[in-house]
């Protein structure tokens, strides 16, 4: 598109012409019929080679009706499941206006805004043997990774721009990229952007580019924030929705497995054995490393895929998915667009997810372009209600079944099998708690409860009958005890009074008479000294610190 046909298209598109409010906009012209061929459509030779090359000879129904809308020029939304070939729908059509062209260093010619990182650097994949064919350069910028490379390859030239919205208003902070050049605007799964928090950024990215440039948005569902987006940068676009808006898919089966808590663990081990690949969902990032552990102990090659692991971390992960060399991934919903593998037949959630649309998403890892898939479920008894309630709001109607580790409908339904490693230790049965009496008290070790248990036995006692609780303490009971205390402690006293007036007695009487006259020597002392038990305690040696 020239700059001159970028002005004619800014003129005839005034905000005030863009509807407010009410039902999502409509088209005034209504945009060309469907195609079955893509030798019907507008497309460079090359490209067309390139299809063929690629082995697609046949447009989706996606791409067969927004590809036409597209080619001409017209703002498009689309509506589709993930996985139905939304990439190539928009894709094509940008790569077919863009031929011939070339952009300025840090001013790339399109953009493709998508929510995570693994769908930016799947869309940037697939389009870049196309991008090829006709001479253009794609480029992706992610968070994650090195900024300055990315800096880098903007600074050569990239006529496809790739990006995250976190990553891309980096670079447009640092001036490193520039939107003034941007021809067409693509938003995929708009939808989850918006549900991550996005939507503020992207309009903000969408302001910074010309108004008059094409816009086109795809999106698995059309709630009220994608319709924001709709209603603002979108001029007299044409709608093309291609499945219901759930998402369903008569070529995926839903199951629900009905499972006991104690079995959970052991019935996905038994699934991850299988002998095809399966992606398991979780919902937290360290449940997700906790399986991935447990499955490599029972000798299956699991990774896991998740937000707290680095850019590099998940890329090496997903290439031993995508090479065979993993046989299943663990992922959260971070996970659940962005990923694409051939052939992929089974997705299991071992956590249900926390809504109707993160099972959309999840399920559409499998049954992707028109291919068959499973999506199973698991279920504890608590989260049945729950789960019944997210199935129906996705409008999926799932077959329920009850199973146990081994059982032959587990088989049927996920190809499940014994895992080639040996199975955990069971848990040993714990002890029985000991009693008030018989637990060691505070600041007792072990050998003392034995050795009181002991004397109890040799003095008749019964040290282990169980004690009455102890009183309340009150004011009154205090002060009774501080009398008893005290009377206590005079009678003591007394006792110990008398005990020396017996002693001294008994001493006077059994001493000579001549003793006295005797004492004054040092014989007479020492013989008339008092017994040792009755002696004055002898003086402390002084202290080595003090001498």
Do not use: W
């Amino acid at each position: 598109m020239t700059r001159s046909t970028s002005s004619a298209r800014r003129s005839r598109r005034p905000a005030a012409r863009r509807p407010h409010g009410g039902e999502s906009p409509r088209p005034a012209t209504p945009g060309p019929p469907p195609v079955a061929s893509f030798a019907e459509l507008p497309l460079p030779a090359p490209l067309l080679a390139a299809l063929t090359a690629q082995g697609v000879t046949e447009p989706f129904p996606i791409q067969g009706a927004t590809l036409p809308s597209a080619l001409a020029g017209r703002d498009v939304l689309g509506r589709g499941r993930t996985g139905s070939g939304k990439t190539l729908a928009f894709g094509l059509a940008l790569l077919a206006r863009l031929t011939g062209r070339r952009a300025e260093p840090c001013r790339p010619l399109a953009l493709v805004l998508v929510p995570t990182r693994e769908l930016a650097q799947q869309v940037a994949t697939a389009l870049t043997p196309y991008a090829d064919a006709v001479g253009l350069r794609m480029t992706a910028v992610v968070g994650g990774l090195p900024i300055a490379r990315q800096a880098t390859a903007l600074r050569r030239g990239a006529d496809v721009l790739v990006a995250t919205p976190g990553r891309l208003a980096d670079l447009l902070e640092r001036g490193d990229c520039h939107l003034g050049d941007i021809a067409v605007t693509v938003l995929d799964e708009a939808d989850q952007m918006t549900d991550m928090g996005f939507l503020p950024q992207v309009t903000r990215l969408l302001d910074r580019t010309p108004p008059g440039g094409q816009r086109m948005l795809f999106s698995a569902t059309l709630d009220g924030d994608v319709d924001k987006l709709v209603r603002r940068f979108l001029d007299d676009p044409v709608s093309h929705a291609v499945d219901a808006a759930a998402g369903a898919v008569t070529a995926m089966e839903h199951h629900l497995l009905r499972v006991d808590d104690t079995d959970k663990q052991e019935t996905a081990a038994h699934i991850a054995a299988r002998s095809g690949q399966v992606i398991m969902f979780v919902r937290m990032k360290h449940a997700a490393n906790r399986l991935v552990r447990k499955l490599s102990a029972r000798g299956i090659n699991a990774g896991a895929l998740h937000g707290g692991r680095t850019q590099s971390q998940r890329d090496r992960t997903l290439t031993g998915f995508r090479t065979g060399e993993l046989t299943v991934l663990v992922a959260t919903d971070v996970a659940a667009r962005g990923i694409h593998i051939d052939d992929l037949d089974l997705v299991v959630n071992v956590d249900p997810p926390a809504d109707h649309k993160d099972y959309l998403h999840r399920a559409g890892r499998t049954a992707r372009a028109g291919r068959a898939g499973t999506v199973v479920t698991l279920v504890l008894p608590d989260q049945r209600a729950d789960v019944d309630e997210l199935l129906a709001a996705a409008k999926i109607r799932p077959t329920t079944t009850a199973v146990r580790p081994g059982d032959a409908e587990l088989t049927r339904i996920t190809g499940a099998r014994t895992p080639p490693g040996p199975a955990p230790a069971a848990r040993p049965a714990r002890d029985a708690a000991p009693s008030r009496d018989n637990a060691p008290r505070k600041g007792t070790s072990s050998r003392d409860t034995t050795s009181r248990k002991a004397t109890s036995r040799d003095t008749g006692s019964r040290e282990t009958a169980p004690r009455k609780a102890a009183p309340r303490e009150t004011p009154a009971r205090r002060e009774a005890a501080t009398s008893r205390g005290a009377a206590s402690s005079r009678e003591t006293a007394s006792r110990k009074a008398a005990a020396s007036r017996e002693t001294t007695a008994s001493r006077d009487v059994s001493a000579p008479r001549e003793g006295a006259a005797g004492r004054s020597t040092p014989e007479g002392r020492r013989r008339n000294a008092p017994p040792a038990s009755h002696s004055r305690r002898p003086r402390r040696a002084p202290s080595p610190r003090n001498s």
